[in-house]
């Protein structure tokens, strides 16, 4: 039996070895592929560039994000490579792998918590891929400066997120609720945690009192039961937080209080915003939504494509843009924004391909990295009116 | 009159003559589950799975499984399921960070193993005393893990010192597993420790009469799965280089999905074996990787990644100890 086992395993054996030599065992570019024609026309980039994206997972706005990156990538001539669901550390470091092993040059990147950032740089500088961070900003200054020496670090896209807990307060404030409480996600995500933490501080300062705070909520069913729990709890709640609305958490947020009877009664306001916002908005169930943030996505897949392409916008340190959420107080503000900003079904987005392109020095020379800082922190309901005009 | 000794003969002579083919397929099932995947995935990539680079990405991303695969193959062999594995290899990580920042990544390692053994004795010892069912008690562990994880990780994450970023190479992975692939090949193989459990899989109560001290061993078996996941989060921190709220999230499910891709058997039993593990892990490996490199939409990746795993395990799955009640 002994002989027939190790025939049947040489026989496997020489069937990959074979399939090995078939397929072939050509080296992974890890840059772009050398062209000898020009490009196909004036308005695409030069074939074989590849770009990776991690997305946290495929709910609403990282799917919107990754539309829109694969829209632009389809009309500017890119190819989009996407890897979906890495949260622990070690997922994310492998995400990186992967994409780096799929031939990408450049990585659009989203971390959970930062402390992997520099062990993502070492695996990026070793591979010689440029990548970039969206929607996060790093606070520890150690890892600043491990990502400032990093070769290959592009840099940074992040919202204010303080603001979002500024104008939730403001809302709060605007509609006499002085008792309230936090609904989020497991701690450790560098964005809900600024929230929580900005709009603790604020309660405080303004006299707000929190009555509680769950989290773990990293579904709708969980939203349900802590909107349920709150308000058993606390029956004299009168606003709640939600630290993180996307993939339907708002909407069970919404279920619970409906369960409890409490759906408009209880004011709510959220980062994120529902998939039926304007009908949330207008019926009462939220009061502030904090939506929009899928352009950070796109400025930093411009710092990373305009170094890929071997333009980089910033030579002299690493880049950090800032952009601001759009806020919708009521269905008229999501109305516009749906229709003009971020418009899935007509492909009408708040900066279109003739705009993508001017932000590509490839196409557009005299574009830097003042003029991306500047048109992100003008994006706004106002900016996208002047630019398209509409109204 | 027909005697024992000629029914015996008679049921000798029905044996088939030569190899037997069944078990040829049985021992071999797992490595034709790995040699298809490899295949379809070395075609669907056009050559990119197997390159050097990527063997070594393989590598990386498998050997972790494959620890604590083997290490969790003795509780499997009794028949039960470790479910607190992500737990252990989240609280250790970061108690290996924190240790790490201040003593060394010696102590860092000490404290790891020392923590996992401890959380696997706890498990095993309520389970036999209290007779709490142990799918309960560690999932259980695993949320009490989990929460502890969470308050120890008040900032979201701990960076590792960059001093111990060396540690991170292919060499030293390849030695970590060779040793914790001898061990518990020993272990498994030439100990009664493997031998029991594979009798305690196989029936606890026949085991129990036949002498084998059942409850010890259902101890020594969580004791030696919450050690080898200690092991995991040590090497789960130097890995990622940090640790987080999220270490270890899901590391149960992916062990699981390793070993039973690998050919174990879930009913234990002499259905357990130890390569289950190490071909389970890069299997998983290489599905994941293989579907990125592939350049499939991402859509498509979680139904085609369900569609492949359902091939290899009707291809590994030993079901030779299975019993299906219709």
Not at chain 1, 119 to 135: G, L, P, R, T
Not at chain 1, 279 to 304: H, I, K, P, W, Y
Not at chain 2, 104 to 122: E, F, M, R, S, Y
Request: hydrophobic share 45%; glycine share 8%; charged share 15%.
């Amino acid at each position: 039996m002994k002989k027939l086992i190790k025939t049947v395993a040489l026989i496997l054996t020489l069937v990959l070895a074979i399939s090995v030599l078939l397929t072939g065992c050509q080296q992974t570019p890890t840059g772009p592929k050398e062209t000898t024609t020009a490009p196909e026309a004036k308005d695409k980039l030069p074939a074989g560039t590849k770009i990776g994206m991690t997305i946290l997972v495929n709910d609403g706005l990282f799917a919107t994000m990754a539309q829109y990156i694969q829209y632009i990538a389809d009309n500017i001539g890119f190819e989009l490579v996407l890897d979906v669901g890495a949260f622990s550390p070690e997922d994310q470091v492998a995400s990186v792998e992967n994409l780096i092993a799929a031939g990408c040059q450049g990585i659009v990147f989203c971390n959970f918590s930062e402390a992997v950032l520099p062990k993502i740089a070492s695996v990026c500088d070793e591979a010689e891929v440029y990548w970039a961070q969206y929607c996060r900003q790093v606070d520890d200054p150690e890892i600043v400066a491990s990502l400032n020496n990093a070769k290959y670090y592009v840099g940074r896209c992040f919202e204010n997120n303080e603001n979002v807990a500024v104008r939730v307060v403001k809302a709060f404030e605007d509609l006499n609720v002085k008792k309230t409480a936090i609904i989020g996600p497991a701690t450790g995500d560098t964005t809900t945690d600024t929230v929580s933490a900005k709009y603790k501080a604020l309660c405080q300062e303004k006299g707000i009192e929190v009555y509680t705070e769950i989290r773990n909520a990293q579904e709708a069913a969980d939203c349900t039961a802590a909107a349920e729990t709150i308000v058993s709890n606390f029956p004299d709640v009168e606003g709640i937080i939600v630290l993180s609305g996307s993939t339907g958490k708002l909407e069970g947020v919404f279920k619970g209080l409906e369960n409890v009877n409490k759906l408009g009664k209880i004011k709510v306001g959220a980062l994120d915003a529902s998939a039926n916002i304007i009908e949330d908005l207008r019926n009462g169930s939220v009061s502030c939504a904090n939506s929009g943030q899928f352009v950070d996505n796109m400025f930093t897949t411009m710092l990373v494509l305009n170094s890929v392409l071997g333009t980089p916008l910033k030579t002299d340190g690493k880049a950090t843009i800032e952009c601001e959420y759009v806020a919708f107080y009521k269905a008229a503000d999501a109305e516009f924004y749906y229709a003009h900003m971020e418009n899935l079904g007509e492909k009408i987005f708040a900066y279109n391909l003739d705009e993508i392109r001017q932000m590509i020095k490839y196409f557009n020379p005299d574009f830097s990295y003042e003029k991306l800082q500047a048109i992100a922190t003008a994006y706004s309901v106002e900016d996208v009116k002047t630019r398209h005009n509409v109204s | 009159m027909v005697t024992d000794t000629d029914l015996t003969q008679k049921q000798k002579s029905r044996q088939p003559i030569g190899f037997d083919y069944k078990a040829v397929a049985r021992y071999l099932s797992g490595f034709l589950g790995l040699v298809i995947i490899v295949l379809i995935f070395q075609i669907a990539s056009e050559g990119g799975l197997l390159q050097p680079r990527n063997i070594r990405l393989l590598i990386n991303q498998s050997f972790i499984i494959m620890c604590g695969a083997m290490g969790a193959s003795f509780v499997l062999a009794q028949g039960n399921l470790d479910l607190s594995l992500g737990g252990v290899v989240g609280i250790t990580s970061t108690l290996g960070v924190m240790t790490a920042k201040v003593y060394g990544p010696v102590a860092a390692l000490a404290v790891a193993l020392v923590v996992g053994l401890c959380v696997g004795l706890i498990i095993g010892s309520v389970h036999v005393l209290f007779k709490v069912p142990a799918i309960i008690l560690t999932i259980c562990m695993m949320f009490a893990l989990r929460g502890i994880t969470w308050i120890l990780n008040d900032d979201g994450s701990i960076a590792m010192p960059a001093s111990l970023a060396k540690y991170d190479t292919l060499p030293n992975k390849l030695i970590v597993v060779g040793i914790v692939f001898v061990i518990v090949f020993i272990l498994f193989e030439y100990t009664k420790v493997g031998k029991y459990s594979t009798a305690i899989g196989a029936n606890a109560t026949a085991a129990r009469q036949s002498g084998v001290p059942v409850n010890q061993m259902k101890v020594l078996a969580y004791a030696i799965s919450g050690f080898f996941g200690g092991l995991c989060g040590f090497l789960s921190m130097i890995r990622a280089a940090s640790s987080s709220t999220n270490s270890g999230s899901m590391f149960e499910i992916n062990v699981l999905t390793a070993l039973v891709i690998g050919g174990m058997s879930l009913n234990g039993g002499s259905g357990a074996k130890m390569k289950s593990g190490l071909i389970g892990a890069l299997m998983l490996a290489i599905i994941q990787n293989g579907l990125i490199i592939w350049g499939l939409n991402d859509k498509w990746q979680q139904a085609v990644q369900g569609a492949i795993l359902i091939i290899a395990v009707a291809i590994s799955y030993d079901r030779k100890n299975v019993v299906v009640i219709d």
